[in-house]
């Protein structure tokens, strides 16, 4: 099956695509892939890329999915930078029990903030 060029995905962002903040095209030394991923039967592919605009230094984070000839982005505004887009990419996606017991900790807070973080 076709096998999409990722540098020349990274150059159409960089061309098709602005800042949301400042309205500045991308720059492709700026754009930075934190995932991928390539079907091998089907003409698909899928990108999560981060980018920080060279002008007013906001980041973006795209998620990008190829499928024939349609592309999809979602694009959002985040404050991670891509030195914290790199360190966080290694740690474990979380596990469905991890949201139920940050909800629970949520409804049973009471706004005693230094009681919460206190370890123990």
Sequence with gaps: MRK???????????????????????QVSNIKVLDSHQEEDFPEAHLLIHSDCHKCKS????????SG??????IAKTDLTKKDSSKFSDFPALALDDCIQIHESIQSFDGDFIKALKTK
């Design 4 to 26: 999409y060029d990722i540098k020349k995905v990274l150059g159409w962002l960089g061309f098709m695509l602005q800042c949301p903040v400042c309205s500045t095209k991308y």
């Design 59 to 66: 980041s973006v984070m795209f998620n990008i999915d190829i």
């Design 69 to 74: 000839p349609d592309i999809f982005t979602v």
